[in-house]
């Protein structure tokens, strides 16, 4: 049997496949009118948008790229326009189809957008420029944060436990706020000498044990601790006792 290419043969069978889809889909969403919805129709600031033509917009697809016409309406109040269609299928704001929009999503929040760009075309096929990337990752992350606000019950609206447990790794310094101050305080760090040299910056008159303990039972000294101690500032940190250098 020949030596073949497989690669070249698979990605080309791909490639003509994922063309081949898109042209159904094209042909598929063209040749259906629905979205027309009459002469009129509201408009998201309370007046009537008035239907104006069918109009042509390209979008990027996981098949590939396509060319849908769409209904087009038009608000001479707001002076802006919209095609139901876009609405239905989750691109009114956007020249991606949802399903790309969510590739860019993830890998944007993975590594680089350059890197983004460069796997989404040479994994998916889909050519979408690092720009492209930054801005959809970006709005997306503004989508999540509003999410979040909206359905998130904010941190005050719990009470503090009497505990505060808090981990320092290296990559920062911790801050005493006003809160802290009312309860007690545990430090869990992960042994770089340093972390408890500035220990007692943020954390005055913490208590210090030099027997190395598990996290876990360093949690359980430490609770046991608050619960006998009567002083709300109490602090227990499991660090030597005398003050080492870096």
């Not at 698979?10 to 919805?37: I, K, M, V």
Request: hydrophobic share 35%; proline share 4%; with cysteine.
């Amino acid at each position: 049997m020949e030596a073949i290419d497989f690669e070249a043969l698979e990605t080309a069978l791909r490639r003509c496949t994922l063309q081949l889809a898109a042209r159904l889909l094209d042909q598929q969403f063209n040749r259906d009118h629905s979205d027309y919805q009459g002469s009129s129709l509201p408009c998201a600031c309370g007046r009537r948008a008035r239907y104006v033509e069918r109009r042509w917009k390209g979008f990027h697809s996981v098949v590939g790229e396509l060319k849908l016409e769409r209904a087009y309406y038009y608000c001479w109040e707001c002076e802006r326009g919209f095609c139901p269609r876009d609405r239905t299928l989750g691109m009114d704001a956007t020249s991606f189809s949802p399903a790309v929009v969510r590739m860019i999503g993830t890998v944007g929040a993975m590594v680089s957008f350059q890197e983004s760009s460069d796997l989404l075309t040479e994994l998916a096929g889909v050519a979408v420029d690092a720009k492209q990337v930054e801005r959809t990752a970006e709005g997306l992350g503004k989508e999540i944060a509003e999410n979040e606000r909206v359905h998130t019950e904010p941190l005050d609206a719990f009470p503090l436990p009497q505990t505060l447990h808090l981990g320092m790794d290296g990559t920062g310094r911790p801050r005493a706020g006003a809160s802290a101050e009312r309860h007690a305080r545990v430090v869990l760090g992960d042994g770089a000498v340093w972390i408890w040299n500035i220990a007692d910056d943020p954390f005055v008159g913490c208590h210090a044990d030099r027997r190395p303990l598990s996290r876990q039972a360093t949690l359980e000294r430490s609770r046991k601790s608050s619960l006998r101690s009567h002083q709300p500032t109490n602090c227990s940190v499991g660090r030597t006792p005398e003050r080492r250098t870096r």
